[in-house]
């Protein structure tokens, strides 16, 4: 149950604050647009694994929700290659963070796995009815570059309930690519009318894999959409929609 009742917010600020407030880990966010032009972080970061800078780093439950359906409250990391940022990071063994309604956009991580999300070790993302687009993780220094959109490590999980996840790109300038959409080394559940499409993994020199979904740990896709995704690879490409690796599930369209 929440801490405290769920409050509503309507400014950046003001959700800044809500985020760093202990007592309150559920809010409602009023239509519009959401400028995360900063890297906001919650909880002690001397412990911190996330690399690479972040809008939002959240080592805590917390519960995200556009306010009205009707409006959808967007959430912009105002990101570029000059000024790289993903959106969201979430760490912790207690992190379960659940965001509904929310449109997630503008992240651009260099170097760093996840231009939209980052999931780590113990922590768990849940996505319900919301639009992951827009953002890129560009390999410029690095061999591989994986999580146009959204990265998991090891234990950790990701759900996408109704999510369009759609036009992120994963981009090896120096190697391989994967995953433009999702790359998935943890727990993947896609389900309810979600759909990866439109995602691009481009790897220059290197082998391309999945341009939709790179999965390489334990994923479960029901009822699900995977199309018009690519895969581009000087070195090769594998898998346009899907490049599996380890341990998958499917009872998907198209």
């Excluded at 570059?145 to 996840?165: E, H, K, N, P, Q």
Aim: glycine share 16%; proline share 3%; net charge negative.
């Amino acid at each position: 149950p929440p801490l405290s009742p769920e409050i509503e917010v309507a400014t950046v600020d003001q959700l800044y604050a809500a985020l760093g407030d202990p007592t309150v880990d559920a809010v409602a966010l009023e239509g519009g647009v959401y400028q995360l032009n900063r890297s906001f972080e919650v909880g002690d970061p001397t412990v911190s694994e996330v690399s690479g800078p972040s809008a939002i780093v959240l080592r805590r439950p917390f519960r995200l929700r556009s306010a009205d359906s009707s409006q959808r409250a967007v959430l912009n990391a105002t990101a570029s290659a000059a000024l790289p940022r993903r959106l969201l990071a979430v760490e912790g063994e207690s992190s379960a963070v659940e965001l509904s309604g929310v449109d997630l956009t503008g992240g651009y991580s260099v170097d760093s796995w996840g231009g939209a999300a980052l999931v780590l070790d113990g922590a768990s993302l849940t996505l319900t009815h919301c639009r992951v687009h827009g953002h890129t993780m560009e390999a410029a220094t690095v061999s591989t570059a994986a999580g146009g959109g959204v990265v998991t490590f090891g234990g950790g999980r990701l759900v996408l309930d109704g999510t369009i996840v759609e036009e992120n790109v994963a981009y090896g300038g120096l190697g391989r690519a994967g995953g433009g959409g999702v790359a998935n080394f943890g727990t993947l559940v896609a389900r309810g009318s979600s759909s990866i499409r439109a995602n691009k993994a481009i790897a220059v020199g290197g082998l391309a894999g999945g341009g939709g979904l790179n999965n390489q740990g334990v994923a479960s896709l029901q009822d699900t959409a995977v199309l018009a995704n690519e895969a581009i690879g000087d070195g090769g490409a594998i898998g346009g929609g899907i490049y599996n690796l380890a341990n998958l599930t499917l009872d998907v369209a198209n």
